[in-house]
């Protein structure tokens, strides 16, 4: 072997949302290489973030390849997350015209799922620029699906991977703290829903909802090889009555207690939100495993 840890340039971890974990050296002369272990090598779990730990056990996993003529000391640091795609509003043109009509009307109407597609810059750029929360990077599984009617957007739906710690939800399943950890993993989080706000179409949204939480459970398994047996999301009282959710057979939980899933003083924190769950052609039993309706 032609050297040691301590005779290495600097090496960083990179990733795109932990799907895969692909190592940098950068040496001494300024020249780089790749190393990708998304294949012959046990990835770091899409779960949770690098511990140092971690990463050294994929050093030493990966050092045959690693290893070089000797040059300056190295060290590693945990690359930047790589940038959001977003297309600027100029660039894209979805046609912002009204379109007044019943769902009808519309038909047919094309749940595209976008995620690693060339359709993925279009839709974080409508959340970005059209939802009031704007676009956040999930880390982590999650699916994106734009929804096409009269060849143009009409609404976006994002769904991630769900929160670990939702009392209401648990309670509702009959989940103990084992039971969570065991299928935690068969729960998605719905983060955004968007009708663009030039769409002005009667009952479209629980349309829209319902049509994608039928797809959600095999669009999933496809990406990720496994199911989805529940379906959960947030409402905002203040702002949002949960209408849509109700009239798509959406089922109200519960409600958040407003700490946060960091919280360490006990006291409400942020506003209280509703949760909604549903069970998208299956149900997921109270002793703990999804089965069959």
């Known amino acids: 072997m032609g050297g040691t840890a301590e005779s290495w340039g600097s090496t ?10 692909a190592w940098l050296e950068e040496r001494a002369n300024g020249s780089k290489r790749f190393f990708d272990f998304g294949s012959g090598d046990q990835p770091i779990s899409p779960t949770s973030m690098p511990t140092a730990r971690a990463i050294a056990r994929q050093i030493a996993r990966g050092i045959e390849r690693l290893v070089a003529s000797p040059v300056a000391p190295f060290s590693f640091t945990l690359a930047q997350q790589a940038p959001v795609r977003l297309v600027p509003p100029s660039l894209y043109s979805t046609g912002s015209a009204a379109l007044i009509a019943p769902v009808s009307e519309l038909r047919p109407v094309d ?5 690693r597609t060339g359709d993925e810059p279009l839709f974080n750029s409508l959340i970005e ?6 676009y956040e990077q999930p880390v982590g599984e999650h699916l994106k699906y734009l929804v ?3 060849g143009r957007p009409i ?27 065991r299928n935690i993993r068969f729960i998605a989080y719905n983060t955004r829903f968007l009708i663009l706000p030039w769409i002005q179409v009667p009952h479209l949204a629980s349309h829209i909802l319902s049509r994608v939480t039928a797809t959600l459970s095999r669009d999933w398994e496809r990406m990720y090889e496994h199911p989805i047996w529940f379906a959960e999301t947030f409402i905002d009282p203040e702002r949002f009555r949960g209408t849509c959710y109700r009239a798509a ?5 519960g409600r958040t207690t407003g700490r946060g899933k960091d919280d360490l003083t006990h006291r409400q924190n942020r506003s209280i939100k509703e949760v909604f769950g549903a069970a998208p052609g299956a149900t997921i039993s109270r002793a703990t495993e999804p089965v069959s309706r």
Do not use: I
């Not at 960083?12 to 895969?20: A, S």
């Not at 739906?157 to 009959?174: E, F």
């Open 148 to 150: 096409w009617a009269q």
């Open 129 to 134: 620029h059209h939802h009031y929360l704007g």
């Open 155 to 181: 609404a976006c739906l994002a769904w991630s991977s769900a929160p670990r710690h939702l009392g209401s939800r648990d309670r509702y399943l009959g989940w103990s703290m084992e039971a969570r950890k």
């Open 249 to 253: 057979n959406w089922v109200l939980l």
């Open 111 to 115: 749940v595209q799922q976008v995620r």
């Open 12 to 21: 960083h971890v990179q990733g795109t949302d932990f799907d895969h974990v």
